[in-house]
């Protein structure tokens, strides 16, 4: 996670960006750039924000 934003709000806009526009899922997403996926929903989570499996995004 040392190369994405530490601002939630901007870790959820270039999160959200990645899963629209080159990801089907969190897991592909997570696994390609080597994201520890607890870690990144912690961090979200934190912020008020929960992974949607439906849409693929965050809200």
Known sequence: M???PKDPF???SVINMKLRDH????DSLCD???IDRGELCD???A???QYDAANNRFV
């Open 32 to 34: 390609d750039l080597g």
């Open 47 to 49: 912020a008020g924000f």
């Open 23 to 26: 990801y089907d899922s969190l």
């Open 43 to 45: 961090i979200l989570a």
């Open 2 to 4: 040392d190369n994405l």
């Open 10 to 12: 901007m870790l959820l």
